[in-house]
Antibody
């Protein structure tokens, strides 16, 4: 059974940093690209970042809204994917979902972790 | 970025009704479109990818169609568990972009 479990979300002040983690199980992690997608309270979905797998040389892609501030990374030996978030803004407040990428789009999703950026 | 315009933003329907949701892309995305269902407090669930391919385990009352810039999700014979918010997603060009969502409510 595919499982994804995010952790690391909490309250942080504007300008601060936070690192989210996502632990994957139930599939061969190294064979898949991984995504982070977020959802602001009461709002729609926004694709934040993607990291391709080794076959695609671990290419990373970011939404314009986070480029230069967020960094996605992965550890295939531990089946983990991370999202380092720097220079956080109030508009980054959201539930952050980790997802597996299959056929170019997310298929399985974690339960999400809440990041609140507020003073 | 490619813009996805989803309509309607909400609808009321009864159990057994046929429901149709539309997404329009701002440019040609071939068939690189997926549909997701989200229930309150839960993660999205993929229903369909590549416009019309049903995700494993998803009931056959869900179907997708379209190509290029116009896409449709159809639910034949709406069931109680189908009341949720539905999103389309284009993944032809990164960053992928979601539609604004359609909330399907009980009439």
């Amino acid at each position: 059974e595919v499982q994804l479990m995010e952790s690391g979300g909490h309250l942080v002040q504007p300008g601060g940093s936070l690192k989210l983690s996502c632990a994957a199980s139930g599939f061969t992690f190294s064979d898949y690209s991984m995504d982070w997608v977020r959802q602001a309270p009461g709002k729609g979905l926004e694709w934040v970042a993607r990291m391709r797998d080794k076959a695609y040389t671990y290419t990373t892609q970011y939404a314009a809204s986070v480029k230069g501030r967020f960094t996605i990374s992965r550890d295939d030996s531990k089946s983990l994917v991370y999202l380092q978030m720097n220079s956080l803004k109030t508009e980054d407040t959201a539930v952050y979902y980790c997802s597996r990428d299959s056929y170019g789009n997310p298929d399985y999703w974690g339960q999400g972790t809440l990041v609140t950026v507020s003073s | 970025d490619i813009q996805m315009t989803q309509s309607p933003s909400s609808l009321s329907a009864s159990v057994g009704d046929r429901v149709t949701i539309t997404c329009r892309a701002s440019q040609d995305i071939r068939n690189d479109l997926g549909w997701y269902q989200q229930k309150p407090g839960k993660a999205p669930k993929r229903l369909i990818y590549a416009t019309s391919t049903l995700q494993s385990g998803v009931p056959s009352r869900f179907s997708g169609s379209g190509s290029g810039t116009e896409f449709t999700l159809t639910i034949t014979s709406l069931q109680p568990e189908d009341f949720a918010t539905y999103y389309c997603l284009q993944y032809n060009t990164y960053p992928g972009t979601f539609g604004q969502g359609t909330k399907v409510e009980i009439k």
